[in-house]
C-alpha cells in the first residue's frame, strides 16, 4: 500500500472560531481519526500550534542561522496532517473528503515517494 500526507491548510488571514466553538470540530476529527484507525489506514496524525509559534533554521551556509517565524510568507499554512495508507488515489482521495468535512477545511493530497 502507498502512504499518502493529508495535510490541513488555513488561511493566514483566517480567524479561528474560540476554542469553545470549535468543540465540534474537534470531536469529528476525533470520529474520524478513530475510522481511519479502525479501517487500517492510519499511521499518523498531529495538528501544528499556530504559524506564529514556527521558527526557521538555515544551516545551508557557513554557519547556521535561526529565525522566528514560518521559512516562507504566504497566503495559507499547514495547521496539520494524517499520514495513512491506501491502496490507490482514489482510496486516498476518499478519506481526505472525510477529512475535509470533519476538520471543515481544505485537505491537500500527496503520496510519499517510494523507496
Not at 492510519?42 to 495538528?47: E, L, S, T
Not at 491506501?86 to 477545511?105: I, V
Request: some cysteine; aromatic content about 10%; glycine content about 10%.
Amino acid at each position: 500500500m502507498t502512504q499518502y500526507l493529508l495535510s490541513v491548510h488555513h488561511g493566514v488571514d483566517e480567524k479561528l472560531p474560540p476554542v469553545e466553538e470549535m468543540q465540534p470540530v474537534f470531536e469529528a476529527v476525533d470520529r474520524f481519526n478513530q475510522k481511519l484507525q479502525g479501517e487500517g489506514a492510519w499511521v499518523f496524525a498531529g495538528g501544528l500550534m499556530p504559524i506564529d509559534q514556527a521558527t526557521t533554521v538555515d544551516n545551508t551556509g557557513d554557519k547556521p542561522i535561526v529565525t522566528d517565524g514560518p521559512y516562507a510568507e504566504s497566503k495559507e499554512y499547514l495547521g496539520g496532517f494524517w499520514v495513512i495508507e491506501a491502496p490507490d488515489l482514489d482510496a486516498a482521495l476518499q478519506w481526505a473528503k472525510e477529512g475535509s468535512q470533519a476538520c471543515r477545511g481544505k485537505v491537500e493530497v500527496r503520496p510519499f515517494q517510494g523507496v
